[in-house]
């Protein structure tokens, strides 16, 4: 049974940091791409950060500059770094594994940025 566990979510005040950690357990990880995406309350779920089995990275225009994903093939694990956090931040935050037509979520994490 594919499992993806998230976590390092949380409460942080405006202009804080925090980092988000995905495992992955029975897949082949080196293979997959791996990503982070976010649902805010009353929004659509959206792609954060995506990194590839080569390394490559994307980020969406209203991270880029403040979040950094990277991946650790030894551990299976995924993570994304975020820096100066506003409210606009606060979210569910899902990990994502896809690979040949085979897409796998986790169950989320909770980023509340707040005073």
């Known amino acids: 049974q594919v499992q993806l566990v998230e976590s390092g979510g949380g409460l942080v005040q405006p202009g804080g940091s925090l980092e988000l950690s995905c495992a992955a357990s029975?897949?082949?990880?080196?293979?997959?791409?791996m990503g982070w995406y976010r649902q805010a309350p009353g929004k659509q779920r959206h792609l954060v950060a995506v990194?590839?089995?080569?390394?490559?990275?994307n980020y969406a225009d209203s991270v880029k500059g403040r979040f950094t994903i990277s991946r650790d093939n030894a551990k299976n694990t995924v993570y994304l770094q975020m820096n100066s956090l506003s409210p606009e931040d606060t979210a569910v935050y899902y990990c994502n594994a896809g690979w040949s037509g085979n897409n796998y979520w986790g169950q989320g994490t909770q980023v509340t940025v707040s005073s």
């Open positions: 990194i590839t089995s080569a390394d490559s990275t």
């Open positions: 029975r897949i082949s990880f080196r293979l997959y791409t």
